[in-house]
């Protein structure tokens, strides 16, 4: 069987970005409250929330956090023999947010002042990094479009390649996959600036003068950049997605002459 035709290992997108992704930011933000810290609030007559079980400070959330991507990736590996490229995407964020917040968090309960440009960067990182990972890839023997969209499991690309290949338009093929690859690409770089304004937005207002209540309002921040972080990449990756599918279906018609259903392999 050729390389094209070889389908690679089924995977569920959904457990891959819950596993190395979701599962882990929301250890870190539920579990970086130190017991310590909170105390040390109380005393102060600020109210704040109960210290729960799940408090475990800054360190010991980061070990956790990193554990599920970890033990995933390596699962993954050994099953597979090669790198997820999910779980190192989530590792690497997860990396970012939890050395993040050891630097911003200061002994004395505090949170450095740059802690919205600092954060901002490190939000808009992680999709400029997978924007052009993406780009770079299309030279490179293994491109993440096929990983994303125009996958084995989804097109018949041993047909596609063969027709391709017999009627002499690799020209035309080879660009229709490098035009399709930038425009996937710079879903991402637009999910850099939506992130990079949603933490000056959701950071910004972070009294630093108060150095115990700074602390709980940087919690609170990042909690919702979380989740409204994931919206600003998952929706212009979503509306874009659609587009490139859109145009690498109707791409592929014209330089194959197959129809939709002999591009698509059977559901």
Known sequence: MSEANRKPPQENPLTNILVNVLVPIMALTMMSDSPETLELLRQQGVDVKETKPWHLGPVKALIIALALPVCYGLWFFFRHRKLNFFSVVGLTSVLLTGGLTL????????????APT???????????????????????????????????QIFDIGKIESIVEERQSGEGYRKLLFVCTALFSASFLIS??????????????????????????????????TFWGFIAIGVPILVILMFVMWHLVRGLKRITGLGTEEILLPR
């Open 103 to 114: 630097y911003l968090w200061q002994e004395d309960g505090s949170v450095r002042s740059n």
């Open 118 to 152: 600092l954060f901002g960067i490190k939000e808009g990182s992680i999709p400029l990094i997978l924007g052009l990972a993406i780009f770079v890839s299309h030279w490179t023997k293994t491109p993440l479009l096929r990983t994303f969209l125009y996958s084995p």
């Open 192 to 225: 850099t600036l939506a992130n990079f304004f949603l933490a000056q937005h959701f950071l910004g207002d972070i009294d630093f003068n108060d150095k115990l209540e700074a602390r709980r309002q940087y919690n609170n921040g990042v909690g919702k950049l």
